[in-house]
Structure formats: structure tokens, C-alpha cells
């Protein structure tokens, strides 16, 4: 089993910067892939970013150019950050934290991050 844990959400204005990370501890010596979606009520989830092992990071053209991932290791815990600037108030939502082998198997309960414009 594997647990997912976010933290670093909140509250940001507009064209600020927030970080969250995302901590998995548990089996994770098979988390080959990991990423960030987002979702606001309403309305389905929403691939952020993501990183395979060994390769380059890939994003969505939503946050491409503003929002950075990086991963790495804390002992056997893997963790994932995503280093988020010139927010914009339609960057508002859960983001969640996703891993596994080759897709998405594991997810975390998510953490709210809100933009004021």
C-alpha cells in the first residue's frame, strides 16, 4: 500500500507564488510515475503535471511556463512538489497528489488552494 499525503496549500493573491508538496510513504519503491491534478466543483479533474522516472517533467498548457515540477527522495518516501507562480484565480482548486507504476493507482485526499483576484 501506498499513502499519499499533500500539505502547503492556501490562500494566494493573484500573480503571487505557492508551493505544495506531496509526500508518499508506504510500497514506494514501484512509483514510477508521479503527478498533480486539480478540480473545481463542478467540473471534471484536470491532469496539472506530471514526472516518469528518468524523464523530463510534462504539463498541461493551462501551467505550462508558470508552474515547475520536481521530485525526489526522503528516505523510502518519495515526494513530488509543485512550485506554482503567476497564479490566476482560475488556477482555484483541489489539487491532488497521484502515483503509481505506469498510471495512476494511488491518490491523495487533495488540498485546497485559492487565488484571490
Known amino acids: 500500500q501506498v499513502q499519499l499525503i499533500e500539505s502547503g496549500g492556501g490562500l494566494v493573491q493573484a500573480g503571487g507564488s505557492l508551493r505544495v508538496s506531496c509526500v508518499a510513504s508506504g510500497r514506494t519503491e514501484s512509483l514510477t510515475l508521479m503527478g498533480w491534478f486539480r478540480q473545481t466543483p463542478g467540473k471534471e479533474r484536470e491532469f496539472v503535471g506530471s514526472k516518469l522516472s528518468g524523464r523530463l517533467p510534462t504539463y498541461s498548457d493551462s501551467v505550462k511556463d508558470r508552474f515547475t515540477i520536481s521530485r525526489g527522495r526522503d528516505g523510502a518516501k518519495r515526494t513530488i512538489d509543485l512550485q506554482m507562480n503567476s497564479l490566476k484565480s482560475e488556477d482555484t482548486a483541489v489539487y491532488y497528489c497521484?502515483?503509481?507504476?505506469?498510471?495512476?493507482?494511488?491518490w491523495g485526499q487533495g488540498i485546497q488552494v485559492t487565488v484571490s483576484s
Open positions: 497521484a502515483a503509481g507504476s505506469g498510471s495512476y493507482f494511488y
